[in-house]
């Protein structure tokens, strides 16, 4: 048995080890090419916008030039950003390449 207060001291320094090596590997991660979530994107999903929309405005795009990446037209584009249609899973994952994010960002 060890006293309660070391236990506890214990319990927190093996805690702080364990954010420590979480951080190690979010750095590795990054360095790999790991891209994080831009905070835009995520309160601009939360708030409602459609993932195809949160993104291409992150990336600076317009919807023609992003229809035109992913071989589809303008109208298409604005009705999947307003939700009007899901896509197919051929077009989301044009969309998903011309954006660079992986299918799973675009996807609800």
Known sequence: MIPYD???RLLADA????DVRAYDEAKQRLAAGEELVPSAVTYAILDGASPVR???EARGLTQRRLAEAAGISVPYLSQIEAGKRKGGAGVLAAL???LQVALDDLVD
């Not at 805690?15 to 364990?18: G, S, Y």
């Open 6 to 8: 070391d236990y506890l």
């Open 96 to 98: 998903a390449r011309a």
């Open 15 to 18: 805690e702080m080890l364990e």
């Open 54 to 56: 949160a993104w291409r």
